[in-house]
């Protein structure tokens, strides 16, 4: 069992930056795949970025180049640094941990990007 806790949203203006963070605990946080989605209003949920246990990451093309999910696995936290933020990336950001069949999931955190 992993429990995950955000943090971080808040109200930006466009162009303006946020970093996000996740909080693990409760089993092995190194081994686990973590990646941050989001979800707006009437929009399915959807990957922004990834970092596996490896270490490789990956990103949806509208971010790339903007935003950087790093992790620290001395402290079971993993990051979303948003850059050169648009309104567009206004949504609920959730975090998740993901490890064979297990997957686990934060309450969530709003961004919004708005003038």
């Known amino acids: 069992q992993v429990q995950l806790v955000e943090s971080g949203g808040g109200l930006v203006q466009p162009g303006g930056s946020l970093r996000l963070s996740c909080a693990a605990s409760?089993?092995?946080?190194?081994?686990?795949?973590m990646g941050w989605y989001r979800q707006a209003p009437g929009k399915q949920r959807e990957l922004v970025a990834k970092s596996t246990s490896g270490g490789s990451t990956n990103y949806v093309d509208s971010v790339k180049g903007r935003f950087t999910i790093s992790r620290d696995n001395a402290k079971n936290t993993v990051y979303l640094q948003m850059n050169s933020l648009k309104p567009e990336d206004t949504a609920v950001y959730y975090c998740n941990a993901e490890f064979n069949a297990y997957s686990y999931w934060g309450q969530g955190t709003q961004v919004t990007v708005s003038s």
């Open positions: 409760g089993s092995i946080f190194s081994i686990y795949a």
